[in-house]
T-cell receptor, first 112, second 115 residues
Framework: DGGITQSPKYLFRKEGQNVTLSCEQN?????MYWYRQDPGQGLRLIYY???????QKGDIAEGYSVSREKKESFPLTVTSAQKNPTAFYLCASRGRGHQPQHFGDGTRLSIL | KQEVTQIPAALSVPEGENLVLNCSFTDSAIYNLQWFRQDPGKGLTSLLLIQSSQREQTSGRLNASLDKSSGRSTLYIAASQPGDSATYLC??????????????FGKGTSLLVTP
């Protein structure tokens, strides 16, 4: 059953701590994305990757980092430099052409 | 920069009513438009995708239309049910590779269908 798996579902960050959100897909998609969703707001793009070993900053990349060492995996690290990390984080992937974007179930990050 | 607006922000209807959700975008040179459903605390489920060359797409009780020249799309839900209660998001994809063909989202319409 193809899809996108995000883990953990809930995550808590202490002051000064880096945390990593996992995103794995078995859809054989080249492109992957990380979005942030705040209450009452649309999704905003953090980082994207169109191919293995390549990734680019989105609209709100400050305080975040990513890696793309495997086609299936696109982890997001929320660093201590991100001063307002409390949000719902969504990972997505996309096939070629007019294929729709597919989304994971999200990770909710909160501050302890 | 592409701006996507959804009206209304919230909508409450009695069960059985037909309803229309609206989406507008400022740059009409889109590649495609996608409607999503989001249940509380969950990810996004793709409902319909309309290519820029298409006028509408249908899936069951859902019908999405696209008027690219005027920068508008509507999602029509027929015979609404309480299970349709969710937030509906509209997103457009531009043809250029800027932002890796990421989607530009509206803020969503929160729909409540009452029994």
């Amino acid at each position: 059953d193809g899809g996108i798996t995000q883990s953990p579902k809930y995550l808590f960050r202490k002051e000064g701590q880096n945390v990593t959100l996992s995103c794995e897909q078995n859809l054989n998609h080249d492109a992957m994305y990380w979005y942030r969703q705040d209450p009452g707001q649309g999704l905003r793009l953090i980082y994207y990757s169109q191919i293995v070993n390549d990734f680019q900053k989105g609209d709100i990349a400050e305080g975040y980092s990513v890696s793309r060492e495997k086609k299936e995996s696109f982890p997001l690290t929320v660093t201590s430099a991100q001063k307002n990390p409390t949000a719902f984080y969504l990972c997505a992937s996309r096939g070629r052409g007019h294929q729709p974007q597919h989304f994971g179930d999200g990770t909710r990050l909160s501050i302890l | 920069k592409q701006e996507v607006t959804q009206i209304p922000a919230a909508l409450s209807v009695p069960e059985g009513e037909n309803l229309v959700l609206n989406c507008s975008f400022t740059d009409s040179a889109i590649y495609n438009l996608q409607w999503f459903r989001q249940d509380p605390g969950k990810g996004l489920t793709s409902l319909l995708l309309i290519q820029s060359s298409q006028r509408e797409q249908t899936s069951g009780r859902l019908n999405a239309s696209l008027d690219k020249s005027s920068g508008r799309s509507t999602l029509y839900i027929a015979a609404s049910q309480p299970g349709d209660s969710a937030t509906y998001l509209c997103a457009v994809r531009m043809p250029s590779s800027n932002s890796g063909y990421a989607l530009n989202f509206g803020k969503g319409t929160s729909l409540l269908v009452t029994p």
